[in-house]
Nanobody, 121 residues
Framework: QVQLVESGGGLVQPGGSLRLSCTAS????????MAWSRQVPGMQRELVAT???????NYADSVKGRFTISRDNAKKAVYLQMNSLKPEDTAVYYC???????????????WGQGTQVTVSS
């Protein structure tokens, strides 16, 4: 099994910054895509940023120029640097990863438990 653990959420004023971290652990052979999504109660989960093991990042239009996704393959970690935060960025942020594990025929998607980000004055 694979576990993803997020950290770094919290309360921040508009215009402020936060850095989210997510670390994978478990029976990992290889991590393919890693991504951050967010969800507001009553709304669909929104994909915020993605990064592949060998390619460049992609961002939702709503966060381009403000958020930066990065990963550390050696640490099995993905990060989301969030700058110029706005109240509409308030949500629960989830990381997910597509992971190949020892003994499994195909990679599977795994999700973290989520971390709350609140942008408010």
């Amino acid at each position: 099994q694979v576990q993803l653990v997020e950290s770094g959420g919290g309360l921040v004023q508009p215009g402020g910054s936060l850095r989210l971290s997510c670390t994978a652990s478990g029976n990992i052979l290889h991590i393919y895509n890693m991504a951050w999504s967010r969800q507001v109660p009553g709304m669909q989960r929104e994909l915020v940023a993605t990064t592949t093991s060998g390619g460049g990042p992609n961002y939702a239009d709503s966060v381009k120029g403000r958020f930066t996704i990065s990963r550390d393959n050696a640490k099995k970690a993905v990060y989301l640097q969030m700058n110029s935060l706005k109240p509409e960025d308030t949500a629960v942020y989830y990381c997910n990863a597509t992971v190949a594990t020892f003994g499994a025929p195909y990679p599977n998607a795994y999700w973290g438990q989520g971390t709350q980000v609140t942008v408010s004055s």
